[in-house]
Nanobody
Framework: VQLQASGGGSVQAGGSLRLSCAVA????????MDWYRQAPGKQRELVAR???????NYADSVKGRFTISRDDAKNTIYLQMNSLKPEDTAVYYC?????WGQGTVVTVSS
């Protein structure tokens, strides 16, 4: 398995969750890494990206609430999600090169 995502769950609006994605060492180094999400009935969308040099980019809908980070020692990327809203409900996927994690479900209730 190249990517293994975890950390999803159910929270109330305003709550927080942290997603993790363990990445195979062979593809971790030197690559940009992303979190995507797909809500029911919608297309998959890019949520956040972190480059190999640590530069981050976010979708406008999550700016100021979500933080992507990487731990090079653990070959893991994270997505810290704060101030969650019902519209953040989706399956979240980590992505590196052309590999996808299995998805982890985030449900935010109002």
């Amino acid at each position: 398995v190249q990517l293994q995502a975890s950390g999803g769950g159910s929270v109330q609006a305003g709550g927080s969750l942290r997603l993790s994605c363990a990445v195979a060492r062979s593809i971790f180094r030197g690559n940009d890494m992303d979190w995507y999400r797909q809500a029911p009935g919608k297309q998959r969308e890019l949520v956040a990206r972190i480059t190999s040099s640590g530069t981050t980019n976010y979708a406008d809908s999550v700016k100021g609430r979500f933080t992507i980070s990487r731990d090079d020692a653990k070959n893991t990327i994270y997505l810290q999600m704060n101030s969650l809203k019902p519209e953040d409900t989706a399956v979240y996927y980590c992505h590196v090169v052309f590999f996808w994690g299995q998805g982890t479900v985030v449900t935010v209730s109002s």
